[in-house]
Protein backbone atom coordinates (compact mmCIF):
# COMPACT_ATOMS: atom_id res chain seq x y z
CA UNK A 1 0.00 0.00 0.00
CA UNK A 2 2.72 2.73 0.95
CA UNK A 3 4.52 1.52 -2.60
CA UNK A 4 1.43 2.19 -4.50
CA UNK A 5 0.66 5.58 -2.79
CA UNK A 6 4.51 6.50 -3.05
CA UNK A 7 4.08 5.76 -6.87
CA UNK A 8 1.28 7.56 -7.38
CA UNK A 9 2.40 10.45 -6.00
CA UNK A 10 5.58 10.68 -7.86
CA UNK A 11 7.28 8.77 -10.78
CA UNK A 12 10.87 9.09 -10.47
CA UNK A 13 13.51 8.54 -13.24
CA UNK A 14 15.66 5.57 -12.89
CA UNK A 15 18.70 7.94 -12.31
CA UNK A 16 16.59 9.86 -9.81
CA UNK A 17 16.06 6.09 -8.11
CA UNK A 18 19.79 5.72 -8.74
CA UNK A 19 21.14 8.68 -7.34
CA UNK A 20 18.79 8.25 -3.96
CA UNK A 21 20.13 4.73 -3.65
CA UNK A 22 23.39 5.97 -4.00
CA UNK A 23 22.50 8.56 -1.00
CA UNK A 24 21.05 6.05 0.88
CA UNK A 25 24.59 3.61 0.39
CA UNK A 26 26.55 7.59 1.93
CA UNK A 27 23.57 7.72 4.69
CA UNK A 28 24.19 3.80 6.14
CA UNK A 29 27.37 4.42 5.83
CA UNK A 30 27.41 6.96 8.40
CA UNK A 31 25.22 5.10 10.50
CA UNK A 32 27.81 2.16 10.31
CA UNK A 33 30.41 3.85 11.21
CA UNK A 34 28.69 5.17 14.56
CA UNK A 35 27.63 1.81 15.12
CA UNK A 36 31.59 1.06 15.03
CA UNK A 37 31.94 2.77 18.08
CA UNK A 38 29.84 0.53 20.14
CA UNK A 39 32.32 -2.09 18.54
CA UNK A 40 31.93 -5.66 20.37
CA UNK A 41 29.63 -4.33 23.09
CA UNK A 42 26.15 -5.11 21.65
CA UNK A 43 27.39 -8.54 21.15
CA UNK A 44 29.15 -8.68 24.91
CA UNK A 45 26.09 -7.85 26.70
CA UNK A 46 23.76 -10.34 24.80
CA UNK A 47 26.70 -12.58 25.67
CA UNK A 48 26.34 -11.81 29.38
CA UNK A 49 22.55 -11.68 29.41
CA UNK A 50 22.46 -15.24 27.92
CA UNK A 51 25.09 -16.46 30.44
CA UNK A 52 23.22 -14.99 33.40
CA UNK A 53 20.19 -16.67 31.93
CA UNK A 54 22.60 -20.34 31.90
CA UNK A 55 23.60 -19.32 35.38
CA UNK A 56 20.08 -18.82 36.51
CA UNK A 57 18.73 -21.85 34.67
CA UNK A 58 21.62 -24.38 36.91
CA UNK A 59 21.19 -22.09 40.26
CA UNK A 60 17.73 -23.70 39.80
CA UNK A 61 18.35 -27.06 39.05
CA UNK A 62 20.70 -26.96 42.48
CA UNK A 63 18.02 -26.09 44.35
CA UNK A 64 15.52 -28.53 42.58
CA UNK A 65 18.17 -31.06 43.46
CA UNK A 66 19.07 -30.29 46.97
CA UNK A 67 14.79 -30.00 47.83
CA UNK A 68 15.14 -34.24 46.21
CA UNK A 69 18.01 -34.80 48.54
CA UNK A 70 15.54 -32.98 51.61
CA UNK A 71 12.86 -35.16 50.97
CA UNK A 72 14.90 -38.23 50.49
CA UNK A 73 16.22 -37.50 53.67
CA UNK A 74 12.95 -36.94 56.01
CA UNK A 75 12.03 -40.15 53.97
CA UNK A 76 14.91 -42.53 55.19
CA UNK A 77 14.50 -40.87 58.37
CA UNK A 78 11.37 -41.61 58.71
CA UNK A 79 12.04 -45.32 57.77
CA UNK A 80 15.25 -45.12 60.72
CA UNK A 81 12.24 -43.96 63.26
CA UNK A 82 9.79 -46.75 62.21
CA UNK A 83 12.83 -49.54 62.00
CA UNK A 84 13.52 -48.61 65.95
CA UNK A 85 10.02 -48.78 67.01
CA UNK A 86 9.22 -52.18 65.29
CA UNK A 87 12.09 -53.49 66.60
CA UNK A 88 10.90 -52.08 70.47
CA UNK A 89 7.46 -54.08 69.12
CA UNK A 90 9.78 -57.16 68.01
CA UNK A 91 11.87 -57.17 71.78
CA UNK A 92 8.61 -57.21 73.61
CA UNK A 93 7.40 -60.04 71.71
CA UNK A 94 10.52 -62.26 72.48
CA UNK A 95 9.25 -61.86 76.25
CA UNK A 96 5.91 -63.95 75.39
CA UNK A 97 7.52 -65.66 73.11
CA UNK A 98 6.50 -70.27 74.07
CA UNK A 99 9.38 -71.47 71.76
CA UNK A 100 12.92 -71.09 70.67
CA UNK A 101 11.70 -71.18 67.24
CA UNK A 102 9.24 -68.51 67.55
CA UNK A 103 12.22 -66.39 69.58
CA UNK A 104 14.68 -67.37 66.28
CA UNK A 105 12.37 -66.03 64.01
CA UNK A 106 11.52 -62.73 65.98
CA UNK A 107 15.15 -62.46 66.33
CA UNK A 108 15.75 -62.28 62.54
CA UNK A 109 12.88 -59.93 61.66
CA UNK A 110 14.74 -57.49 64.53
CA UNK A 111 18.46 -58.17 62.65
CA UNK A 112 16.71 -57.21 58.96
CA UNK A 113 15.66 -54.11 60.70
CA UNK A 114 18.52 -53.12 62.15
CA UNK A 115 20.34 -53.61 58.65
CA UNK A 116 18.03 -51.60 57.32
CA UNK A 117 18.66 -49.04 59.48
CA UNK A 118 22.04 -48.98 59.03
CA UNK A 119 21.11 -48.92 55.28
CA UNK A 120 19.49 -45.70 55.74
CA UNK A 121 21.94 -44.41 57.97
CA UNK A 122 24.53 -44.76 55.38
CA UNK A 123 21.92 -43.49 52.68
CA UNK A 124 21.45 -40.61 55.56
CA UNK A 125 25.10 -39.87 55.29
CA UNK A 126 25.34 -39.76 51.20
CA UNK A 127 22.68 -37.26 51.02
CA UNK A 128 24.48 -34.73 53.69
CA UNK A 129 27.74 -34.91 51.82
CA UNK A 130 25.59 -34.70 48.51
CA UNK A 131 23.57 -31.76 49.80
CA UNK A 132 26.47 -30.01 51.15
CA UNK A 133 28.44 -30.12 47.86
CA UNK A 134 25.15 -29.21 46.06
CA UNK A 135 25.32 -25.53 48.31
CA UNK A 136 28.80 -25.41 47.51
CA UNK A 137 28.42 -25.36 43.92
CA UNK A 138 25.10 -23.44 44.42
CA UNK A 139 27.13 -20.59 46.68
CA UNK A 140 30.22 -20.78 43.85
CA UNK A 141 27.51 -20.27 40.99
CA UNK A 142 25.93 -17.49 42.77
CA UNK A 143 29.54 -15.45 43.40
CA UNK A 144 29.62 -16.36 39.58
CA UNK A 145 26.37 -14.63 39.07
CA UNK A 146 26.83 -11.50 41.19
CA UNK A 147 30.44 -10.97 39.39
CA UNK A 148 28.56 -11.63 35.75
CA UNK A 149 25.79 -8.91 37.08
CA UNK A 150 28.48 -6.46 38.04
CA UNK A 151 29.79 -6.78 34.69
CA UNK A 152 26.84 -6.72 32.61
CA UNK A 153 25.93 -3.46 34.31
CA UNK A 154 29.06 -2.23 33.22
CA UNK A 155 28.78 -2.85 29.43
CA UNK A 156 25.17 -2.11 29.70
CA UNK A 157 26.08 1.97 30.99
CA UNK A 158 28.78 2.07 28.50
CA UNK A 159 26.50 1.10 25.74
CA UNK A 160 23.38 3.36 26.70
CA UNK A 161 26.23 6.08 27.40
CA UNK A 162 26.91 5.76 23.38
CA UNK A 163 23.83 5.40 22.31
CA UNK A 164 22.40 8.72 23.97
CA UNK A 165 25.09 10.72 22.80
CA UNK A 166 25.10 9.55 19.29
CA UNK A 167 21.17 9.59 19.24
CA UNK A 168 20.84 12.58 17.44
CA UNK A 169 22.97 12.02 14.75
CA UNK A 170 21.45 8.59 14.15
CA UNK A 171 17.91 10.00 13.90
CA UNK A 172 19.05 12.63 11.96
CA UNK A 173 20.35 10.03 9.55
CA UNK A 174 17.70 7.85 9.65
CA UNK A 175 15.27 10.92 8.65
CA UNK A 176 17.66 11.15 5.70
CA UNK A 177 17.82 7.56 4.72
CA UNK A 178 13.70 7.50 5.11
CA UNK A 179 13.74 10.83 2.21
CA UNK A 180 16.27 9.16 -0.03
CA UNK A 181 13.86 5.20 0.38
CA UNK A 182 10.69 7.72 -0.24
CA UNK A 183 12.25 7.55 -4.37
CA UNK A 184 12.80 4.06 -4.33
CA UNK A 185 11.19 1.53 -5.29
CA UNK A 186 10.66 -1.47 -3.04
CA UNK A 187 11.84 -3.86 -5.04
CA UNK A 188 15.33 -2.08 -5.89
CA UNK A 189 15.23 -1.72 -1.81
CA UNK A 190 14.99 -5.36 -1.15
CA UNK A 191 17.89 -6.07 -3.20
CA UNK A 192 19.97 -2.94 -1.61
CA UNK A 193 18.85 -4.54 1.75
CA UNK A 194 20.17 -8.06 0.43
CA UNK A 195 23.24 -6.64 -1.30
CA UNK A 196 24.12 -4.87 1.78
CA UNK A 197 23.83 -8.12 4.00
CA UNK A 198 25.99 -10.00 1.89
CA UNK A 199 28.69 -7.87 1.30
CA UNK A 200 31.96 -6.63 3.29
CA UNK A 201 31.14 -3.24 4.86
CA UNK A 202 28.31 -3.25 4.17
CA UNK A 203 28.52 -1.76 0.93
CA UNK A 204 25.63 -2.44 -1.44
CA UNK A 205 26.61 1.06 -3.65
CA UNK A 206 29.81 1.96 -5.18
CA UNK A 207 30.77 4.39 -7.77
CA UNK A 208 33.18 4.05 -10.79
CA UNK A 209 36.69 4.93 -10.22
CA UNK A 210 39.55 5.32 -12.14
CA UNK A 211 37.50 2.36 -14.42
CA UNK A 212 37.18 0.11 -11.76
CA UNK A 213 34.47 -0.85 -9.29
CA UNK A 214 34.65 0.78 -6.14
CA UNK A 215 33.93 -2.70 -4.32
CA UNK A 216 36.18 -5.29 -5.70
CA UNK A 217 38.10 -3.09 -8.07
CA UNK A 218 37.72 -5.38 -11.00
CA UNK A 219 38.19 -3.52 -14.52
CA UNK A 220 34.75 -2.15 -15.90
CA UNK A 221 34.67 -2.53 -19.89
CA UNK A 222 34.01 1.14 -21.29
CA UNK A 223 30.71 0.48 -22.64
CA UNK A 224 29.30 -0.78 -19.17
CA UNK A 225 30.41 2.67 -17.83
CA UNK A 226 28.85 4.63 -20.61
CA UNK A 227 25.54 2.52 -19.86
CA UNK A 228 25.86 3.79 -15.98
CA UNK A 229 26.59 6.92 -16.62
CA UNK A 230 23.65 7.03 -18.44
CA UNK A 231 21.57 5.83 -15.18
CA UNK A 232 18.81 4.14 -17.42
CA UNK A 233 19.06 0.73 -15.63
CA UNK A 234 20.49 -0.40 -12.73
CA UNK A 235 23.66 -2.09 -13.16
CA UNK A 236 25.48 -4.84 -11.15
CA UNK A 237 29.04 -5.29 -10.87
CA UNK A 238 29.81 -9.04 -12.64
CA UNK A 239 32.70 -9.63 -9.92
CA UNK A 240 31.27 -8.94 -6.80
CA UNK A 241 27.03 -8.24 -7.14
CA UNK A 242 27.27 -4.63 -5.93
CA UNK A 243 24.85 -1.94 -7.91
CA UNK A 244 27.70 0.34 -10.07
CA UNK A 245 26.78 3.96 -10.00
CA UNK A 246 28.89 6.87 -12.14
CA UNK A 247 31.27 9.18 -9.33
CA UNK A 248 29.13 12.26 -8.97
CA UNK A 249 32.33 14.24 -8.44
CA UNK A 250 33.41 12.66 -11.83
CA UNK A 251 30.83 13.98 -13.55
CA UNK A 252 30.83 17.54 -12.39
CA UNK A 253 34.58 17.47 -13.19
CA UNK A 254 33.31 16.38 -16.94
Do not use: W
Not at 107 to 124: G, P
Request: charged share 40%; hydrophobic share 35%; aromatic share 4%.
Amino acid sequence: MATQKKAAEVDYSMQEKILALYDLQKIDSKIDEINKVKGELPLEVQDLEDELAGLKTRIEHIDAEIEELNTLTKQRKREVDQAKIMIGNYKEQQNNVRNNREFDAINKEIEYQELEIELAEKRLKEYAAAIKAKKSQREETGNEMKEREVDLAAKKSELEGIEAETAPQVAEYTAQAEQAKAKIDDRLLAAYDRIRRNVRNGLAVVTVKRNACGGCFNRIPPQRQADIRLGKKVIICEYCGRILVADPEESAEE
